[in-house]
């Protein structure tokens, strides 16, 4: 069958979900020969950087089932799956999905006392690791560790059980939001909702010209991850899987670079940390010609980031009636969330396109999109800011055994992201800060910190990220800290900063009490997926000022 015709036999497949793309495509007449997906670490004896098939792929998976199975478990059963390596994580999803299992993948960066809170809330039947993680063992998980991942590659595949046939409500993954408010919440999704954008977008889109090979930075074992392998597979495009990614694990950049350089791919898929620390390099040192796309999910990407990387790679144009090659890139920005499944907005920036300030676009075509008041319920005009409402068959089915949480993000049918834009005339919406981190001033006004980040980011061009927290301590004091993440070497002059920054949030900072602070990145508190996890910093500065009317008091009293 030919790559067009499968996609649209694909697409049509309502059976198709998530759970099954390797049983799906094989019965529908897949190559199952053709290179598929590459892995930058060993796995099972095949070395990094090799190629695999479809049928390596499924032969890889049904071992790991059959083990699966000897070791206990089967349908419905929740499995975490806490691993470094994205063949790990990847063939581990196959395999319990295989089982009907419900794999719920961790991200291997997570924080020890995290992960294993986070266990212990999820209470799965069982958890499997691997070495790097090995201290879990000496851990009181409430749950057994089954084994280890290298152990999981020995199993029979000609002794697995039939590939589970799930039906579209079936939970098939379980994976977790980025913990920046809170505890990292463990999310559910069903074979239909995590697959749903893949079929209504990936597999309907025209395909591009020419060979297709996708690079994915995304924390492998986040929906973004799992969605981005389903629809290579399903297109048929080639796949890199990097099981680290530049800031998150650590490790600069360079790693994205050198892999891009390695492996020539003509579009790279990341959050907007991956961005942030591409910005920092040189880019027009590096050979990133076959890179057509960037595209980011999660939170969107800032203006300054998306200008650097647009500058370099290629695109494709029609000139003289054949198809060429110029400089530039795309970058394709999509708002979204782990509950949200798929970015729920979609816009698309090269060179000369000037529609930044926070737009995220317009609604993708499967989601229903409005703004409500936080307060009333009801929908916002034009132009005001209002909370995001959402209808999507890309959402999750809810938060697993935390049914309070699930129902509290519900109103009136659609589900409430935590997200707060406005609208403009034309149907363009625009991102200013999420629920948990606006301030309010009163008066009617209100300190949005995204907002706030993407200005100072436009207007300090040696300001690689930067952070603004707010907080209202016991006695109602506002307390406004912005932190710089400065490119080296650095020349710090407080006085000047503090001017550059209010002249950078305009109106935004008439009468805000600003401290403008350069920090090292090794004093940002990160989330496992590379986001400032604000709330612990906002508990760090409320701890700071505290500290210092003690002291203020005590030299009074003394």
Request: with cysteine; glycine share 10%.
């Amino acid at each position: 069958m030919t790559g067009s015709n499968l996609r649209a036999v694909l697409a049509a497949d309502m059976e198709l979900g998530a759970g099954n793309v390797l049983l799906r495509m094989a019965e529908h007449g897949a190559d199952m020969d053709v290179p598929r997906v590459t892995f930058d670490t060993d796995v099972d004896g095949i070395p990094a950087w090799t190629p695999l098939s479809l049928r390596t792929l499924t032969e890889r998976a049904a071992a790991r089932a059959q083990w699966f199975s000897v070791h206990g478990v089967g349908r419905r059963d929740p499995v975490a799956v806490y691993l470094t390596s994205a063949a790990d994580v990847f063939l581990s999803f196959f395999a319990l999905t295989w089982l009907g299992a419900i794999p719920a993948l961790m991200n291997g960066s997570m924080p020890p006392d995290v992960a294993v809170e986070f266990i212990r809330r999820l209470r799965p039947a069982g958890v499997l690791t691997d070495g790097d993680h090995s201290w879990l063992a000496d851990r009181d998980l409430a749950a057994p560790i089954i084994g280890y991942a290298a152990e999981a590659g020995t199993g029979n595949p000609s002794g697995a059980p039939p590939h589970y046939r799930h039906h579209l409500d079936d939970p098939v993954a379980i994976t977790h939001s980025s913990g920046t408010t809170r505890m990292p919440a463990a999310v559910v999704h069903s074979h239909h909702s995590l697959f749903a954008a893949v079929r209504a977008v990936r597999l309907t889109e025209p395909r591009q010209h020419g060979p297709v090979r996708e690079m994915s930075v995304f924390p492998q074992a986040h929906t973004a991850g799992v969605i981005i392998m389903n629809e290579a597979l399903c297109n048929g495009y080639e796949l890199l899987c990097l099981s680290a990614q530049g800031g998150t694990f650590g490790r600069s950049g360079e790693v994205i670079l050198d892999a891009i350089e390695r492996w020539h791919p003509t579009a790279v898929y990341g959050f907007a940390v991956t961005w942030a620390e591409l910005a920092r390099y040189d880019l027009t040192s590096r050979d990133l010609r076959s890179v057509r796309f960037w595209s980011n999910s999660g939170d969107s990407a800032h203006e300054a980031h998306i200008r650097r990387l647009i500058e370099v790679g290629s695109h494709h144009a029609y000139s003289g009636g054949e198809i060429v090659t110029l400089p530039g890139s795309r970058f394709n920005d999509t708002l979204g969330s782990t509950e949200m499944g798929y970015g729920g907005f979609g816009i698309s920036h090269r060179p000369g396109t000037e529609r930044y300030g926070r737009c995220v676009g317009k609604p993708q075509p499967f989601a229903e999109i409005v703004l409500i008041d936080q307060q009333t319920g009801k929908e916002v005009p034009d132009g005001e800011v209002g909370m995001v409402a959402m209808k999507s068959p890309t959402l999750a089915l809810g938060y697993w055994n935390d049914s309070a949480a699930t129902f509290r993000t519900r109103l009136n049918g659609y589900y409430l992201t935590g997200d707060l834009m406005y609208r403009d005339a034309e149907g363009y919406f625009y991102h200013v800060d999420r629920a948990s981190d606006a301030l309010d001033l009163g008066g009617g006004k209100w300190l949005y910190t995204v907002l706030s980040e993407e200005r100072i980011l436009k207007h300090c061009p040696d300001v690689r990220d930067c952070t603004l927290l707010a907080v209202r301590g016991d006695d109602g004091e506002l307390t406004v800290d912005v932190l710089l993440v400065l490119a080296e070497p650095v020349t710090w002059q407080p006085a000047d900063r503090d001017s550059e920054v209010r002249t950078a949030l305009g109106d935004l900072a008439a009468g805000l009490p600003l401290r403008v602070v350069a920090v090292p990145e090794s004093e940002m508190i990160l989330g496992p997926t590379g986001k400032v996890r604000k709330f612990l910093m906002r508990e760090r500065l409320l701890t700071a000022a505290s500290a210092h009317v003690i002291e203020e008091d005590a030299q009074a009293n003394a």
